[in-house]
């Protein structure tokens, strides 16, 4: 594993001692202000989602993106690391069912939006879907088209249509 992809792990696995700390004072409540999966394996993704104070931070949802990217070369190898592969499978999985799912905790309390519902589900449509495509051995340039059509759309918007 090269320097870059050694870093990158770190910044999925590894919370950073502040956010241990409130973790601890808070007992049940998690709040990481950036994407990471803490030590014992719960994910914060976009910011933070428990709890949820009613902001997405897309810079983040880059942030795990650009991850994502650093870690191809190893998610392309025959055999997996399981921590990162459990990693992935728990942005996957506890984002749809905290932010996307109806009965999950942000929708059945009223805390998320309709309009950050779509976008949640976008970005995990865009991550999932990155994720597939480099487990299965289909490269980078496949893996990660759908999401640079999203950033040159996003940048197309911001931009009044010019672009």
């Not at 942030?63 to 190893?74: F, G, H, S, Y």
Request: glycine share 8%; net charge negative; hydrophobic share 40%.
């Amino acid at each position: 594993m090269n320097r870059r992809e050694m870093k990158a792990k770190h910044y999925l696995f590894i919370p950073n001692l502040a956010e241990i700390e409130e973790y601890e004072l808070e007992d049940t409540q998690l709040d990481m202000g950036h994407t990471a999966v803490s030590w014992d394996g719960r994910w914060i993704a976009y910011g933070s989602l428990r709890p949820f104070r009613g902001q997405l931070h897309e810079e983040n949802f880059h942030e795990l993106m650009e991850i994502l990217r650093v870690l191809a070369p190893e998610l392309a190898r025959p055999s997996l690391d399981r921590e990162v592969m459990a990693c992935m499978w728990s942005i996957t999985h506890l984002t749809r069912a905290w932010a996307i799912e109806p009965e999950g905790m942000l929708r059945s309390n009223h805390l998320i939006s309709d309009e950050q519902v779509v976008m949640m589900e976008e970005w995990l449509n865009l991550f999932s879907y990155a994720v597939m495509i480099l487990i299965e051995g289909g490269g980078e340039e496949e893996a990660f088209w759908e999401y640079q059509q999203y950033v040159h759309e996003r940048r197309y918007k911001e931009g009044g249509g010019k672009g």
